[in-house]
């Protein structure tokens, strides 16, 4: 089997960029195109030298159907619309889309579903890092032994993140709330303001912090009777996600169609 050849949408962002690094240098991929919006800046710009390459001859387009065509694999930093049309594509073409995307809504991800049950090969993650995939992993079996402590999920990104909590919070949310056996959405809470009164036992509370030129900082904390757990991860280079997500591009073209996430990569499941 010869190279995955590999489109990457969102290549205009500090994201598409660190993809664009990711595919270029990791063994069994090759660039194969690179998305954009329309009306982007980075229309027209050499993929390579838009992520501080050599020239790779494969300028940014805004035309996606040509620029799958003959594709393996989507690489996906992108936007929710934009990856739910994505995934339409890579259903029609059996293509493996990789998403990174956050900020998705309940109806985008059961869009993204849909289309995993139409022939793509789809991995969505909240957070493409190894690291903080191992993390929830932990988180969940911490929330299932200590059933009783309060958990708090604390979050800082850069001042230019548009969505809130972010997506690797949420991750850590879902992963507390599978082992609590408790549905997120009926669970957490994500203001808090004035005269809230006590603590309501089983929440699973987020705060979000904005500022600077953060990349990602995630603390977990259990709270319980005279202690406290704290599980971190601090995220100190865009390279973690995007080879990461190269990590996974590989993994999932051996894969049937499908919705999987890094934990199906990692072996992470119980």
Request: proline share 4%; net charge negative.
């Amino acid at each position: 089997m010869g190279d995955l050849r590999v489109v990457v949408a969102g290549a205009g962002g500090r994201m598409g960029a660190a993809n664009i690094r990711a595919v270029a240098t990791t063994p069994g991929l090759v660039l194969h195109g690179a998305l954009d919006r329309p009306g982007a800046p980075a229309l027209g710009e050499d993929a390579g030298t838009l992520a501080g390459l050599p020239p790779l001859g494969i300028g940014v387009s805004h035309e996606v159907e040509a620029a799958l065509e003959g594709a393996d694999a989507i690489i996906d930093f992108s936007a929710p619309g934009a990856s739910v049309a994505l995934a339409a594509q890579a259903a029609e073409r059996g293509l493996v889309h990789i998403i990174g995307t956050t900020g998705c809504s309940e109806a985008d991800d059961a869009a993204i579903a849909v289309s995993a049950g139409r022939g793509a090969i789809i991995v969505k993650s909240g957070n493409f890092s190894l690291g903080v995939n191992v993390l929830a992993s932990l988180v969940r079996k911490a929330a299932a032994t200590l059933a009783d402590y309060d958990i708090e999920i604390l979050e800082m990104h850069h001042a230019r993140k548009v969505d809130a909590p972010s997506g690797t919070a949420l991750l850590l949310g879902e992963a507390a709330a599978r082992g609590r056996d408790i549905a997120l959405r009926d669970h957490s809470v994500r203001v808090r303001d004035g005269h809230t009164g006590p603590r309501e036992a089983g929440t699973i509370g987020f705060a979000t912090l904005r500022g600077g030129t953060v990349v990602g900082d995630h603390s977990v904390i259990l709270a319980g009777p005279s202690e406290r757990i704290e599980l971190n991860h601090r995220a100190e280079d865009r390279a973690i996600f995007a080879h990461g997500a190269a990590r996974a591009t590989l993994w999932a073209a051996g894969q049937k169609p499908g919705l999987y996430s890094m934990a199906d990569m990692l072996g992470l499941h119980d």
